[in-house]
């Protein structure tokens, strides 16, 4: 095959710290049974990449519980397959801060690798992107580099800075520049997912950190080799969804109860979204129960009101409780007479007989895992 | 990891089930669609599994192309293993011979050279279409303890019911006395279960006898075991006391779907301690629309319902619009019931669709099931009445 997948799990930990106090961002659930690395892993794989590598740094515990050794993603392979790359360190307080020391921590592996291509990507979003199209594009245009890009209206309450590309009138990349956000700004933004030539790339690593050791990945790397490389652009036209805050996670939750987003998502033939299996048993509605506009997985015992919700695998919700708005984790149980409105519960949540939660869209109430309620 | 192998599986799948009319016409009974998210085969291979047998050998025969690719390399049901595992054994060429599996004794018989790989102590027979979670390990521990030479498991059923099943009797000790097939006059109702553990060299013993006496029908229930008995072997009953349904008929499957459901269903899939496997692959959570009305019912993975469903257990990826009714019903995977269609006490076939406004199956008795087989089109405000087996590729006669 002729590119190899990068993962970086642990870059944007510090977004949402309520999910990733006890996780990377790699694995925080995601849409009744996901977690957010599912799409970058399977985008991959869709593709036919079939040797990746997923970055790690700190608390990954839980992300290799969930990928195990990759055979939901067919990447249990005598040639290639699944690695997990650790940080790599001679000292122990030093690891990696920044993306570009993050993939100068695994030169060894990408020297290993034989494929022409690296396909870059993030795990903090939620997309399902044809890379083979993208790949073909970056052959086809003979690019050294493949930037692909969101075309999006900024709200200005992003809450991180973002990079955005300038292309010309061949789809070139002519500038690329990182600012804060600003209101009702439309830009062409970099969504951290990059085709590299190989060779190049690893030169590229090299070359910079050889000046600045915290240099930045899209302005020290890509910016300042502009006039260099052939840099290309490739605007992705699908649905993207950034998960870089709790009301945003919340708020691209509820986007799947939009049956476009969830066809684009998870009903496209031969790309689908794969994910640990649990062998859950079906989902049973009792007689009491009322479900209406709900995304619901397996293994769920439902026996009250749900509306607009999102409720993961294994999820119990009693007699004559109403749930509204609210993404339920894995494994949590509602107890009877108990009323949920725009509540984010973490898994294996206990919220007690009559308990009464609201909070609202912009800032959910949010109960942490395993509490008690 | 590469020593002998305590017991060895052997998992009838061969037959045709010939009473399941339409929904066996393009596959065999093990990949029958069961409970929402399972096939048939699932329960023995899962049971397999949770107790602890590693080495499981599948003879199948009749439309294998379904059944093979869902088994596979067994990796769901974790019996993808170095050594061992599971195998599909299909009936072969030899150098003198060839045979369709004659019976089910000939199917092991043929199959001797298998087990004999893996120097096996016992060897388990096991049926592709019965529904249960049963602990194997406990009978091959009884089977041990008592050194017996052949264990039957056995079940208390309703002395009505009797004669369809394989009767035993036994005495203080559990051991068997007498053993009738389908007794038209039953002595008892302690009923076969078709499940047997055989200490492996007597059980070699009696196939090769079997298979080398020309008025043999080559079967266990019929031929083996009375044969066994009547040499004076020690074999005794091991009494399960649990859910357990031969889902060999249109009636009897129906049942067995709808014993899922309930408060207190009469057979627990939810227990996770003892999980039931399944190949699944892909299939997103479900989705319930602004129009569903969902009420004691079982639905899987990736189904979208914005219609009416109550009492009926619906596979995965099923589709069912706005203003369809459901009812009483079992509903196997990717199906799509258009708007305003009513079904009631049917079970629709995998890749099924019915029509706006199409009325199939009615309530009444149940006796009276309607079946739809796989892939069949019924066209818009088509009534199907109650009873029929529609199915245009075989005839659509009952």
Excluded at chain 2, 168 to 186: L, V, Y
Excluded at chain 2, 249 to 265: H, Q, V
């Amino acid at each position: 095959m002729k590119a190899v997948g990068i993962i970086l799990s642990n870059i944007h930990d510090k977004d949402i710290p309520e999910l990733t106090s006890i996780r990377s961002i790699a694995s925080v659930p995601f849409g009744g049974r996901y977690r957010l690395i599912d799409f970058a892993l399977s985008n991959m794989v869709n593709s036919g990449i079939t040797t990746v590598g997923i970055v790690t740094k700190s608390n990954y515990q839980s992300l290799m519980d969930h990928v195990g050794s990759g055979k939901e993603w067919d990447l249990v392979r005598k040639n290639g397959g699944l690695f997990i790359l650790p940080p790599f360190s001679d000292n122990q307080d030093n690891l990696y801060q920044t993306r570009l020391q993050a993939l100068s921590g695994i030169m060894n592996f990408l020297q290993r690798c034989e494929q022409d291509y690296v396909v870059i990507a993030d795990s903090n979003m939620v997309c399902n992107i044809d890379l083979n199209d993208v790949m073909d594009k970056h052959e086809e245009q003979k690019a050294d580099i493949t930037c692909i890009y969101k075309e999006m209206v900024l709200t200005g309450d992003e809450g991180y800075k973002i990079s955005a590309v300038k292309t010309d009138v061949d789809g070139r990349v002519v500038d690329i520049s990182t600012a804060s956000p600003m209101k009702d700004v439309k830009v062409k933004s970099v969504i951290n997912m990059w085709v590299f030539n190989r060779p190049l790339l690893i030169n590229l690593i090299r070359e910079t950190l050889s000046r600045t050791s915290d240099a930045d990945f899209d302005l020290d790397m890509v910016g300042r080799n502009i006039d260099k490389c052939k840099i290309v652009g490739y605007a992705f036209e699908g649905y993207f969804a950034w998960i870089t805050s709790l009301a945003k996670y919340f708020r691209h939750n509820m986007d799947l109860l939009k049956k476009d987003v969830r066809d684009e998502l998870f009903n496209q033939k031969h790309k689908y979204i794969y994910t640990k299996i649990k062998d859950s048993a079906p989902t049973s509605y009792r007689s009491e129960a009322k479900v209406k506009n709900s995304f619901i997985a397996d293994g769920c015992v439902i026996d009250g009101v749900v509306e607009n919700s999102v409720i993961f695998r294994g999820v119990t919700i009693g007699r004559g409780s109403v749930v509204k708005n609210c993404i339920l984790m894995q494994d949590s149980v509602v107890m009877d007479n108990v009323s949920l409105n725009c509540v984010i519960a973490d898994k294996n949540v206990l919220i007690k007989h009559g308990r009464n939660l609201s909070g609202c869209e912009s800032l959910p109430f949010f109960i942490n895992k395993n509490s008690i309620i | 990891m590469l020593t002998k192998k305590e017991c060895v599986a052997m998992l009838l799948a061969g037959g045709q089930g010939s009473r399941l009319y339409a929904l066996t016409n393009q596959v065999a009974k093990p990949a029958v669609e069961f409970g929402a998210k399972n096939r048939i085969i699932d329960f023995p291979l899962s049971n397999c599994t949770n107790s602890g047998i590693d080495t499981v050998g599948v003879l199948t025969q009749y439309q294998p192309l379904v059944l093979n690719e869902y088994i596979g390399n067994g990796q769901p049901w974790d019996l993808d293993r170095v050594y061992g595992g599971v195998h599909i054994l299909p009936p072969y060429q030899g150098k003198k011979k060839s045979n369709w599996y004659k019976g089910t004794a000939n199917a092991i018989y043929q199959n001797l050279a298998f087990i004999e790989r893996y120097e096996p102590d016992y060897v388990l027979i096991l049926s592709g279409d019965h529904i249960y979670k049963m602990d194997y390990d406990a009978m091959l521990r009884a089977h041990e303890q008592k050194n017996a030479d052949c264990t039957i498991a056995v079940l208390t059923v309703p002395m009505e019911d009797a004669s369809r099943f394989g009767i035993m009797s036994m005495d203080g000790n559990d051991r068997i006395t007498e053993f009738a097939e389908k007794p038209k006059q039953p002595k008892s109702n302690q009923a076969s279960m078709g499940i047997y553990i055989f200490s492996f060299d007597v059980l070699k013993q009696y196939l090769t006898d079997d298979e080398n006496d020309p008025e043999s029908s080559n079967d266990f229930g019929k031929d083996i075991i009375p044969k066994m008995l009547a040499d004076g072997k020690k074999m005794y009953g091991y009494h399960f006391e649990g859910y357990w349904k031969d889902v060999g008929t249109i009636k009897s499957l129906w049942e067995a779907n709808m014993d899922l459901l309930g408060e207190k269903p009469k057979f627990d899939i939810f227990d996770t301690k003892q999980k039931i496997y399944a190949r699944k692959v892909g299939d997103p959570p479900q989705f319930v629309g602004d129009n569903a009305d969902i009420q004691n019912s079982i639905i899987g993975s990736g189904a979208e319902i914005d219609g009416t469903v109550i009492n009926s257990v619906i596979s995965g990826g099923v589709k069912i619009e706005k203003g369809a009714i459901v009812r009483d019903s079992v509903i196997f995977s990717n199906v799509v019931i258009k708007e305003n269609a009513i079904v009631e006490m049917s079970i629709i076939d995998e890749y099924a669709e019915i029509g706006r406004r199409a009325v199939v199956g009615a309530r009444g008795g149940e006796n009276d099931i309607t079946v739809i087989a796989r892939n069949e089109k019924i066209a818009d405000k088509t009534v199907i009445p109650a009873g029929e087996m529609y199915d245009t590729i075989s005839g659509g006669a009952k």
